[in-house]
């Protein structure tokens, strides 16, 4: 069976084009490699296998096939990669390119990509490089975990929980500047 390289848009109704168009160009480069691509809302790639949504057990199934996953930066995602022992390579959804509403995915990208939990993906070069390097064996990190129902639904809840607290703006404290007194003290 040739290699698979599974990429996730997630659900988010913002459109994530740049993710469809550079697993097409990957998918171009490498005819050898299966390339299947959830793709949400944006339009489905041209060159690659395209899935508007995927049910979650399908989904987890796929990265279990998986060689190398490239996902959004929506933290039930990376632990779904993580529990099948996968490394994902990601490319968090970008506010100023009208992918999402905010930065929430790039702060928390940069947050788990700095411990090694993913590879931060934000150029097309980093991502085929990264592609190389993955099909040539270098994103898994052993079995995947076992997960029971109450482990499951504690994951869910957390991943709720990550997405939520990292989308809350929290407001700068204001400086407290004196006010100035008129007239003698």
């Known amino acids: 069976m040739s290699a698979v390289v599974l990429a996730l848009a997630g659900t988010d109704h913002h459109p994530f084009d740049r993710l469809v168009e550079w697993m097409d160009v990957a998918a171009t480069r490498r005819a050898d490699v299966r390339f299947v691509v959830q793709h949400g809302s944006a339009p489905p790639p041209r060159v690659a296998e395209g899935h508007a949504f995927l049910a979650h057990d399908v989904m987890v199934g796929l990265i279990q096939q998986s060689s190398v996953v490239v996902c959004h930066g929506g933290p039930g995602t990376i632990m779904d990669a993580r529990e099948a022992g996968r490394v994902p390579l990601c490319m968090p959804r970008d506010p100023r390119l009208g992918e999402h509403v905010d930065d929430h995915q790039q702060r928390f990208v940069a947050v788990v990509g700095a411990v090694g939990l993913v590879r931060p993906i934000g150029t097309l ?61």
């Open 125 to 185: 070069e980093g991502l085929l490089a990264e592609l190389d390097g993955g099909l040539a064996g270098g994103l898994h990190e052993g079995e995947p975990a076992a997960i029971d129902g109450t482990r499951q639904a504690a994951r869910a809840r957390a991943a709720a929980e990550l997405d939520h607290l990292m989308s809350v703006r929290i407001p700068r404290p204001r400086r407290h500047r004196p006010t100035q007194l008129s007239g003698p003290m």
